[in-house]
T-cell receptor, first 114, second 114 residues
Framework: AQSVTQLDSQVPVFEEAPVELRCNYS??????LFWYVQYPNQGLQLLLK??????LVESINGFEAEFNKSQTSFHLRKPSVHISDTAEYFC????????????FGAGTRLAVHP | DAMVIQNPRYQVTQFGKPVTLSCSQT?????MYWYQQKSSQAPKLLFH???????NEADTPDNFQSRRPNTSFCFLDIRSPGLGDAAMYLC?????????????FGDGTRLSIL
């Protein structure tokens, strides 16, 4: 069975500091990995995804994540955060089944302080 | 822009009074999902449709039903809402066929029970 563990429930950080949100997964089959972001009172938005190929994937707003198969990790990083990055971040894994069902981690609340 | 739209954004109902939440999509995706999300938790999948084929999660209460009259629309019916059903309900869609297709989420309906 697949599972996702987000190691930090909350990450406080000052504006312009770097941040890493940690995600580990377990699966016996090939997986697809996703990071979603949820702003207050909104739905989830896809931030980035790993399907295959280069292990480093980037989003348009400066986030990046690295797939590490040996460590079964998919950590999310940003070198310099903004106040507007304050949100809940969910790591998720999907199998190769046709329904694209997602298994979510518990989420990490990123709080950026001025 | 193609999108997933949920109505209403906020719904208040009385204990035990049936309520229906709606979701529409312009993405023409085969698969539609309904999630329940409680405060500070990850979304929990209730059920999904692959075209007209309905797939219920094993732990979804019988109190929750769904209808998908056509590709574009999907409804969530809660037959007798209890206080524990107060939550954010999220609708999502994806293109079928696996291969890591991401899910696209609406902004959710926040349900309150009086």
């Amino acid at each position: 069975a697949q599972s996702v563990t987000q190691l930090d429930s909350q990450v406080p950080v000052f504006e312009e500091a770097p941040v890493e949100l940690r995600c580990n997964y377990s699966s016996s089959v090939s997986v697809y990995l996703f990071w979603y972001v949820q702003y207050p009172n909104q739905g989830l938005q896809l931030l980035l995804k790993y399907l295959s190929g280069s292990t480093l994937v980037e989003s348009i707003n400066g986030f990046e994540a690295e797939f590490n198969k040996s460590q079964t990790s998919f950590h999310l990083r940003k070198p310099s955060v903004h106040i507007s990055d304050t949100a809940e971040y969910f790591c998720a894994v999907s199998d190769s089944g046709g329904y694209n069902k997602l298994i979510f981690g518990a989420g990490t609340r990123l709080a950026v302080h001025p | 822009d193609a999108m997933v739209i949920q109505n209403p954004r906020y719904q208040v109902t009385q204990f035990g009074k049936p309520v229906t939440l709606s979701c529409s999509q312009t993405l023409n995706h085969n698969v539609m999902y309904w999630y329940q999300q409680k405060s500070s938790q990850a979304p929990k999948l209730l059920f999904h449709y692959y075209d007209k084929d309905f797939n219920n999660e094993a732990d979804t209460p019988d109190n929750f039903q769904s209808r998908r009259p056509n590709t574009s629309f999907c409804f969530l019916d809660i037959r007798s809402p209890g206080l524990g059903d107060a939550a954010m309900y999220l609708c999502a869609t994806s293109r079928a066929g696996g291969g890591g297709q991401p899910q696209h989420f609406g902004d959710g309906t926040r349900l309150s029970i009086l």
